[in-house]
């Protein structure tokens, strides 16, 4: 707005001053005129005496010749006396000038009928030796100019003005299709809370504020999952907890009964009560591991090296296998060094998740840890040569509290954790996990975990 005002002002001022340019050059010409009259004329004067020059000058019909409706002229001795005026002049007359005062533009206020300022040109008239022989005053009103700029004002005026309404309307426009949205945006958002969860915005709009609309939607989604596996997993582990939990209380109530009278009751609750137990710690503790693995960037990493882990865990579970009579090895070039990045206790973790399930759920046969590189990735295997898995249920393994039927069935111990830590540790180092079946029977789970450059595999 300030920029078109000050547009409005400078057009203002250059139209006004072409005008008066303009007057100046026809007033300069009139000047002009009556200079070369005056020298001509001096040249033909036969003796020193300026006289006959000045009447022929200062003759009024000579005058009112050169005048015309806005100019006017008027001639005066060197001295400053008027010597004749153009009759539109009338009353007015102009001021006196001194020689040396040439070719001075004045500005002059007259009054009158038509009051106006007048553009006046003081022109000393020399003979043809340089001689001042009189000064003649052209003077032009400057009606048409101030007429002219008072219309081109009035309409840059109202222009400025219909501009500047203009440009408030529609930055008042922009400024509110830009805040409405947001605004509306606002109240929604509000409105949903963490109460209305399942509500969305749902914008079709295509601009900014639809995208962040579609954000928004795509974080409740997030969130709302989010919720509903933290609620499946409490009311999961409370459904959990509470079979061990009623074992115990039964068995606790039969010893307050019985258990002073009957040796057998005795003995067989205290071994419910130890079982039971037993069960509520590992699941309780199974659960603090899952909740440290989900915890993701919370967990120190380092380099580690994947064959050390895996030998590690063979080695500690050598024993359960014995007893078994299962064959266990891990099966990697001796020097070879499959460097990952990881949390050292929830990576041997996971191995031994795997490990313990191949021994828990296999009668006989053997268990096999294969470390390899593959395209970047440290591939580690876990197979066995058990019962294998369903495919049915092959998706629904690594669900906290998932337990399969040979576990059911064959009254296998387990909390229905250890392949949900296994994923979700996986997942907090960047990899997966996957099950499946062996053709040649058995199952064999694959973890996949990012492998760091300075890996190393020997030659085979
Ligand atoms: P848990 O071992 O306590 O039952 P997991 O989460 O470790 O819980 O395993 C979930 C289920 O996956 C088991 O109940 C079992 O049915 C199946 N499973 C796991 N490992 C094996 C395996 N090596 N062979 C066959 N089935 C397995």
Redesign the pocket.
């Known amino acids: 707005m300030v920029v078109i005002a000050l547009g409005a002002v400078a057009i203002d001022f250059a139209l006004r001053s072409l005008l008066v340019d303009q007057a100046k050059a026809q007033i300069a010409q009139t000047a002009d005129q009556i200079a070369l009259v005056a020298r001509e004329a001096s040249s033909f004067g036969f003796s020193e005496d300026a006289a006959p020059v000045l009447i022929r000058l200062s003759d009024r019909a000579t005058l009112d010749r050169w005048a015309s409706a806005n100019e006017y002229i008027q001639i005066d001795t060197a001295q400053g006396q008027i010597l004749g005026k153009s009759s539109n002049l009338g009353g007015v007359a102009f001021a006196p000038v001194t020689p040396g005062g040439d070719r001075q533009y004045t500005m002059m206020r007259v009054g009158g009928v038509r009051p106006t300022t007048m553009l006046v040109l003081d022109r000393v008239l020399t003979d043809a030796e340089g001689r001042a022989l009189a000064v003649a005053h052209v003077g032009e009103r400057l009606d048409i100019v101030d007429e002219l700029t008072g219309r081109a004002r009035a309409i840059l005026l109202a222009v400025t003005i219909a501009a500047m309404i203009m440009i408030a309307g529609a930055s008042y426009f922009v400024a509110q299709s830009a805040t409405d949205p947001i605004e509306r945006l606002t109240a929604a958002v509000a409105e949903i809370g963490s109460e209305r969860l399942d509500r969305r915005l749902r914008w079709q709009r295509r601009d900014e504020v639809g995208r962040l609309a579609a954000a928004f939607d795509a974080m409740l989604d997030r969130l709302q999952s989010a919720f509903a596996r933290e609620r499946q997993f409490i009311s999961d582990a409370s459904h959990e907890l509470r079979t061990p939990l009623t074992v115990i209380n039964a068995n606790a109530q039969m010893l307050q009964r019985w258990g002073d009278r009957d040796p057998q009751v005795l003995r067989t609750s205290l071994e419910a009560i130890a079982d039971e137990s037993g069960r509520l710690a590992a699941m309780v503790s199974g659960m603090l591991t899952l909740a440290k693995a989900e915890s993701g960037d919370a967990i120190p990493k380092e380099p580690l090296v994947v064959e050390r882990i895996v030998d590690d865990v063979v080695l500690h579970a050598r024993e359960p296998a014995h007893v078994k009579g299962l064959r266990l090895e891990a099966r990697h070039p001796v020097a070879a060094q499959t460097v990952v990045v990881g949390d050292a206790g929830l990576l041997r973790q996971l191995i031994t998740?795997l490990v313990d399930?191949?021994i828990?759920?296999?009668e006989s046969g053997e268990v096999a840890v294969a470390v390899r590189r593959d395209d970047g990735h440290a591939i580690v295997e876990v197979a066995?040569t058990?019962?294998?898995?369903d495919d049915a249920?092959a998706d629904r393994?690594f669900d906290r509290f998932?337990?399969?039927?040979?576990?059911h069935a064959r009254n296998?111990e387990?909390?229905?954790?250890?392949?949900?830590i296994v994923r979700s540790i996986a997942r907090v180092h960047g990899g997966t996990v996957s099950a499946s079946r062996r053709p040649e029977g058995g199952?064999v789970?694959s973890v996949s975990l990012p492998a760091e450059p300075e890996s190393f595999t020997p030659a085979q």
Request: charged share 15%.
């Open positions: 998740n399930n191949a828990k759920f296999t066995d058990g019962p294998g898995i249920a393994l998932f337990r399969g039927d040979p576990a296998i387990g909390t229905g954790l250890g392949l949900a199952s789970f």
